[in-house]
């Protein structure tokens, strides 16, 4: 099975590609997809559709995690971040796959063990986890770990079922 993370922003946007055979996982890609800033707030939201519809049709996953939004301290970039994810659930879901999410939280503790890991940890066990991987950045980092907290979720509930 292949498996998209992806880690919304509206500046950035994480997406991470593995496969997942059993309990063996391996990676395929990653990246980040970028807006511009001085674009406007509709302008940048379409481009996050059209540069996501790519990357589906470029790759067709089987399955999609997206990681949950945190509140922020400021309300405004928690708004934004919202409408970024929004638009990744959108894109999923017009390809016909139904998301897993998942909080920050559950993510770290599937990735690392502990719920409060911090980000280099979760980053340190993602290169372990997929050998040789060559990772474009923190956004990247972050939708391995969310493919790989879902191709955990998947697997364990196919042992239970």
């Keep these: 099975m292949i498996i998209l993370g992806l880690d919304p922003g509206l500046g950035t946007t994480g997406w991470g590609l593995i496969r997942a ?12 997809l970028k807006t511009d800033a001085k674009d406007s707030l509709a302008r940048r939201l379409s481009h996050l559709d059209s540069m996501l519809a790519a990357l589906i049709a470029d790759h067709a996953p089987q399955a999609a995690a997206v990681e949950e ?10 708004l934004k971040l919202g409408q970024a994810r929004g638009v990744v659930l959108l894109a999923v879901a017009r390809a016909g796959i139904d998301p897993g999410e998942y909080a920050a939280r559950l993510v ?6 502990v719920g409060n890991a911090e980000k ?17 950045g923190a956004d990247a980092a972050d939708a391995l770990a969310v493919a790989i907290c879902h191709a955990h979720h998947v697997a364990s509930a196919r042992r239970l079922g």
Excluded: D
């Design 21 to 32: 055979e059993g309990n063996r996982l391996s990676h395929l890609a990653n990246g980040q």
């Design 108 to 113: 770290k503790k599937a990735v690392v063990g």
């Design 120 to 136: 280099p940890q979760v980053h340190a066990m993602v290169a372990r986890l997929l050998p040789g991987v060559k990772i474009a």
């Design 69 to 78: 939004v945190f509140v922020n301290m400021n309300p405004q970039s928690t």
